[in-house]
């Protein structure tokens, strides 16, 4: 029997030994990185991972992305995915909702999927070349529900933690309304009783339907745990989704308290701890969507409840500088993108301005990530660009506006869509001063040649997978 120590040098030299052997595979330099599409609900995951390999696929939109426009780019393509126990990420459909002859959206996803895609390149770098004139990026890429990244935190929290910390939360407005019926049934129960499973599940019931109030509610709110409760999959109804928060102290064997705390503890083993090692403890590279226009127009409850969530979902994340002990101590995300997502809903001079918003949004998270050594950008994009920047005149006043169709009309509509002030105190100081529409995909995307448009795509690109494309 090998001790603790021994079985992890054996993995950490079989681990680089199969790096090792990858390197070179078939007389092709090769590589695999990880990029971890991070965000939470709303804020696009779906159509950025669709959009992204589109253009990969058809590298006719990526003149920022400097291995194309260098000329050194040859090619890509689909590849198996690595982890054959993961779905597939549907590609094919998600575009086939965007192109088709009626264009919508894609489904929210409601499960993970992976998807693997092949850069075939000529380095510029020397030793690269030197080794072989052309090489391969396999890029790996994960989609998941957004509300399942906020199960990441309860990683680092006992379940008496996380109940003090829900409970604190559901008594403060706006959750203090939504959250009535389930405090409703605390201020009646004895967690110190013995349990009993009708009124555990009654509790899980009521908390579950609070947690749906607060994903219904007018203020967007985001900070929605367990995820779980509210996307489960074909865990609906399993012992692992019947527990919710109670108040107080740890109690005796056999109390509800107790069979709630071993159903948490057991919700993060089964789900969660399994869930993080398998697919975000390897991350190479991060970008984290956020859809602040749909925050803003949220008001301050909402702004502060993403800040809030995007915080703690960030946590268990290992940031920093990528060295040659990576191979023993494990990877680290050296790299990381902060993203305003839908920056085509308004104007393009306002662009600046939104990322200066999101500047403000992300500004704790940034810097405890510089902190840690990684590099991090922020930037405004649209995976797919949905609208144009137009000139309309209203009242002898120039108005710089927007042209698209809104979700629910039939036909292209110019909207002047609001400013966003450069210095837009964040959380905005007015309740709910903003309205930004929602736009359906352009109609005539099925004519695409070059990719799917969109608003620095590949500049993002540029800063996620620039330097392995040397």
């Known amino acids: ?233 074909d865990l609906a109804n399993a012992p692992l989704l019947t527990f919710c928060p109670l108040p107080g102290e740890r109690r005796g064997r056999g109390s509800l308290w107790a069979l709630m705390e071993d159903r948490y503890e057991a919700y993060k083993k089964t789900l969660v701890r399994g869930f993080f090692a398998e697919h975000f403890a390897k991350l190479d590279r991060q970008i984290v969507l956020i859809d602040v226009l749909g925050a803003l127009n949220s008001g301050p409850a909402g702004m502060s409840d993403m800040k809030r969530a995007l915080e703690l979902s960030l946590e268990p994340f290992r940031h920093g500088s990528s060295g040659w002990l990576d191979w023993l101590l494990g990877t680290k995300i050296d790299r990381v993108l902060f993203a305003a997502t839908k920056a085509d809903h308004v104007a393009s001079h306002q662009h600046n301005s939104l990322r200066h918003l999101l500047d403000r949004l992300v500004s704790d998270a940034r810097s405890g990530i510089r902190f840690e050594g990684a590099q991090v950008e922020t930037m405004a994009i649209a995976a797919l660009k949905s609208t144009e920047t137009v000139v309309s005149e209203h009242e002898g006043r120039q108005l710089r506006c927007v042209r698209g169709v809104p979700i629910g009309r039939d036909r292209p509509t110019v909207l002047y869509p609001g400013e966003i002030p450069e210095d837009a105190d964040f959380p905005p100081g007015r309740e709910r001063p903003y309205n930004f529409m929602a736009f359906q995909p352009p109609a005539d995307l099925a004519r695409e040649t070059r990719g799917l448009p969109h608003i620095r795509l590949d500049q993002a690109l540029q800063f996620l997978l620039g330097d392995y494309l040397e």
Request: charged content about 25%; glycine content about 8%; proline content about 8%.
């Open 1 to 233: 029997m090998r001790l603790p120590i021994i079985n992890d040098l054996y993995d950490a030299g079989s681990r680089l030994l199969g790096r090792a052997g990858d390197l070179v595979s078939g007389g092709i330099l090769e590589q695999d990185v990880r990029l971890g599409v991070t965000g939470l609900r709303r804020a696009g995951k779906t159509v950025f991972v669709t959009a992204l390999v589109d253009n990969l696929l058809k590298a006719g939109r990526l003149p920022f992305l400097d291995v194309v426009s260098s000329g050194r780019f040859q090619a890509s393509r689909l590849r198996p995915q690595p982890d054959p126990d993961v779905p597939r990420f549907e590609l094919e459909d998600h575009l086939a909702s965007l192109t088709g002859p009626d264009p919508h959206w894609p489904e929210r996803t409601r499960g993970i999927s992976q998807l693997r895609l092949s850069l075939r390149y000529r380095p510029n770098a020397v030793l690269k070349r030197t080794i072989q004139p052309v090489a391969t990026l396999n890029l790996d890429i994960i989609d998941y529900p957004g509300e399942w990244l906020l199960d990441l935190p309860l990683l680092h929290q006992s379940f008496s933690e996380w109940s003090a910390l829900t409970l604190d939360l559901a008594g403060r407005p706006p959750r203090d309304e939504l959250s009535q019926s389930w405090r409703g049934w605390l201020a009646t129960v004895d967690p110190a009783a013995p349990a009993e499973e009708e009124e555990a599940r009654r509790g899980a019931a009521l908390y579950t339907e609070y947690l749906h109030a607060c994903r219904r509610s007018e203020n967007l709110l985001s900070l929605i745990q367990p995820g779980r409760f509210v996307e489960p999959g």
